[in-house]
């Protein structure tokens, strides 16, 4: 299916209510009506609805199938022999799997075979832990998570399902934490790489934005994790989500402006966004800075993962950046900029050791500078989600800032009116910026 300019259903929904008026009031004619209804596809918004319930039905249904079927296994495992144990479990597996690829793939019913093929992926799981039972087997309890997560993994790539691929990630960042923080933090450090390999592959060949951006979320999470658990330090924490934070942004921006798999772009540049705005404003905080005031030590295995993730961002970013509009550049400097006052923050407070001053200056500057960027882009991409994260990002921090510091009240009233004051002259530029746009349109 090609790449539409806008295929949220919301969008859609709109468009169909509105075509039949627009045709009576003679503003579009019947033929502009069919191009529009062919390019959109209108017509199909109906049976895309239906077959959404459909899907979650099913998958709601299989859940408790196969929670029924454990169940009932489990009341009476102590009365089964040992070899009926093991066959009713492979046969269960077995069922759930090989009716779902029928009734998928030669029976036509995709929706149903695929909610029947991710509870054989739920069933494989319980399985693995009533095998270690049966047979006594001990170890690692993280070990069991990564075994399902290979076993669901082959299973995601066979039926080509981003819901089994959501699985995977749950169950692999599952393994990964535990084997992380087993002293494992050399081989652990490829996990990053491993997501991207399997599942960032399998989300765009399917076109699974759900897929794609929770993969990216794993990464950033993964990175944190690595820093946080080999270097001991929040401040590599730091460093670690503006990395996989700015890498998540350039990638939404590279598929943003190239316009490949565009519809990848926005949640996933926004996801980046939100991860490097968070770290701004958690470490905002003057306590942040003291409580972290050691010397890093440690492995720097963790640093290879960082270091390919700003690579890689980097060239996404340069190969983005001809394509943007002038407004898109400035808001993409925006982000560079603020990203740079971030990583700079850990190197001015491991340099100034008797002061958190210059840290935490810096992490408001930067958490400052997301929240207009995010104002901006709500303001020139005309997107309401950026335009109210940019708010809530002030206020928090206009917030933040009022309880935190033990200033008079004096002090407080004044800068609350100088915000208030700014607030409301930027929502009057706003307003100028809709009115003259307005007065231009067609």
Not at 19 to 44: C, F, K, M
Not at 144 to 163: K, P
Not at 199 to 228: C, D, Q
Request: net charge positive; hydrophobic share 55%; charged share 15%.
């Amino acid at each position: 299916m090609a790449s539409l300019p806008n295929r949220s259903p919301k969008f859609r929904a709109m468009l169909k209510r509105e075509v039949p008026a627009w045709v009576q009031e003679g503003i579009l004619t019947d033929d502009g009506a069919e191009r529009l209804n062919a390019r959109y596809q209108l017509d199909h918004l109906g049976k895309e609805s239906s077959r959404l319930l459909a899907a979650v039905l099913f998958t709601i249904g299989g859940l408790l199938l196969g929670g029924g079927v454990i169940s009932f296994v489990t009341a009476h495992w102590e009365e089964i022999p040992v070899s009926v144990k093991v066959a009713l479990l492979l046969a269960v597996l077995l069922a759930f799997h090989l009716t779902g690829y029928w009734l998928r793939y030669a029976r036509g019913s995709p929706r149903l075979g695929h909610a029947l093929i991710f509870c054989g992926c739920l069933v494989f799981g319980a399985n693995i832990g009533l095998f270690a039972q049966i047979f006594h087997v001990s170890g690692d309890w993280y070990r069991a998570f990564g075994a399902w997560a290979i076993g669901s993994l082959a299973m995601a790539w066979a039926a080509r399902s981003w819901l089994t691929g959501v699985l995977v990630l749950a169950t692999s960042f599952t393994w990964f934490v535990g084997f992380a923080a087993d002293h494992h933090e050399r081989l652990a450090a490829i996990y990053p790489f491993l997501l991207a390999a399997t599942l960032l592959s399998l989300a765009w060949m399917i076109r699974s934005r759900v897929l794609e951006t929770l993969t990216f979320l794993g990464v950033i999470s993964a990175l944190a994790i690595l820093a946080g658990i080999e270097a001991n330090s929040s401040r590599s924490v730091l460093l670690a989500a503006i990395a996989g934070g700015f890498l998540a942004w350039a990638v939404g921006e590279f598929h943003r402006t190239t316009g490949v798999r565009e519809e990848f772009g926005n949640p996933v540049a926004s996801l980046g966004i939100v991860a490097l705005a968070v770290g701004a404003y958690v470490w905002s905080f003057r306590s942040m800075w003291k409580w972290d005031r050691g010397d890093w030590h440690g492995g720097a295995f963790w640093l290879i993962p960082v270091g390919a993730a700003i690579v890689i961002g980097t060239a996404l970013s340069a190969k983005a950046w001809p394509l943007m509009s002038r407004a898109q550049r400035r808001l993409s400097l925006s982000i560079v900029l603020a990203s740079l006052i971030l990583s700079g923050c850990p190197v001015l407070s491991q340099m100034s050791r008797s002061s958190v001053a210059l840290p935490t200056i810096g992490a408001n500057l930067a958490a400052l500078i997301f929240a207009a960027t995010g104002l901006g882009r709500g303001i020139v991409e005309e997107r309401r989600a950026d335009f109210w994260f940019g708010s809530l990002l002030l206020v928090l921090l206009i917030t933040s800032r009022f309880l935190e510091y033990d200033t008079s009240l004096l002090l407080k009233s004044a800068a609350f009116i100088i915000g208030g004051a700014a607030v409301m002259l930027a929502g009057i530029a706003y307003e100028r910026f809709l009115r003259r746009k307005e007065a231009v349109a067609p």
